[in-house]
């Protein structure tokens, strides 16, 4: 085959995990189809992931906008898999729900339509979060594929992100459903927070959240204990359900559950160099304490998780090194 293994879609390229899902792309012998957000007057830098190994050749770069589903079509064309990575990060509620939800399903209803003409998806794969299972009012401390977020409650109480929430939770099911009347192959991967490497400019908010005892903002912890994944794994789990027939549906993709009084005591023992708060200091500190996302519908399909919890911060931290964040 002229292309290798094949053309994939994935849309985002230019976030955390979309860039890190090229790139994997791209070394596994992929064609590549981006989406990025039109930038009329060129401003953007994409050198980042034009300089990638592999993409002068592979990668294609293709201007599609959520707000307009329909704009995706060119970048579908001819795709054996699409990987929906794209939406709206709106955390400060800065636009009414309603708008941000409606653009986040209609866009990936979109791009599914797109797929459905171009006759040739063996697999759609859509990046969901653990923000779609969590917040359903539960008292469980392990959750599965079965629980999903409440949107009247997530309405209700308001509690941070939950715009987001909702978004994504309708979103996963919306196109769930659309899989399942239309013919079309799609399988959703649940993220909880990603740690690791990153080849995107810009520091992700996941990374941010995660080294907030690095990075020294006692202020911003919100949570005091993390569901966590490598992104490399992440990626290599995109991938492995592309490939691999193994059944659709949902994957939670979350190997850890780490507290903050843990985070505490490694960064401390590994990383001298800092200040880092100590447990005592931590235990004045109020915040949600997540529950854990049970992965093992994942790790029973094949798909074998590749690195620790030392791995993430250390590659995390490294990074943010070399980029100047610390």
């Not at 996941?206 to 080294?211: E, F, M, Q, R, T």
Request: net charge negative; hydrophobic share 40%.
């Amino acid at each position: 085959m002229a292309e290798g293994k094949g053309r994939v879609c994935v849309t985002g390229g230019t976030g955390f995990l979309g860039s890190w899902i090229i790139k994997s792309l791209l070394e596994n012998g992929y064609s590549v189809n981006t989406t990025v957000r039109p930038d009329p007057e060129r401003k953007r830098d994409l050198s980042f992931l034009t300089n990638l190994p592999g993409a002068s050749e592979r990668l294609h770069f293709f201007n599609a906008d959520l707000s307009d589903p329909e704009s995706f079509s060119a970048a579908v064309e001819g795709c054996v898999g699409v990987f929906h990575t794209a939406t709206p990060v709106d955390f400060a509620v800065s636009e009414p729900e309603e708008i941000v939800t409606k653009r986040t399903v209609d866009g990936a209803l979109g791009i599914l339509k797109a797929c459905v003409n171009s006759k040739t998806l063996k697999r759609f794969i859509y990046t969901s979060s653990g923000s779609a299972v969590s917040f359903n009012g539960k008292d469980k401390e392990v959750l599965d594929e079965t629980d999903w977020s409440d949107v009247g409650l997530l309405r209700s109480v308001k509690p941070f992100g939950w715009s987001y929430s909702v978004s994504k939770t309708l979103a996963e099911k919306a196109v769930l459903d659309f899989g399942q009347q239309n013919g079309i192959d799609v399988a959703t991967l649940i993220l909880p927070f990603i740690v690791g490497s990153f080849i995107c400019p810009k520091l992700p908010d996941s990374v941010d959240k995660a080294l907030v005892l690095v990075l020294g903002k006692k202020e911003q912890i919100g949570v005091t204990r993390f569901h966590m994944v490598h992104v490399d794994d992440v990626a290599r789990a995109h991938i492995y359900l592309l490939e691999n027939s193994v059944p659709g549906g949902r994957y939670n993709c979350a190997p850890f559950i780490v507290t903050i009084e843990e985070m505490s005591q490694l960064f401390s023992a590994k990383y001298p160099e800092f200040q880092i708060l100590s447990v005592d200091e931590l235990k004045e500190i109020k915040g949600a304490r997540l529950a854990e996302l049970n992965s093992k519908k994942l790790v029973a399909a094949g798909f074998e998780f590749k690195y620790s919890v030392d791995d993430m911060f250390e590659d995390a931290i490294q990074c943010c090194k070399e980029k100047g964040y610390l």
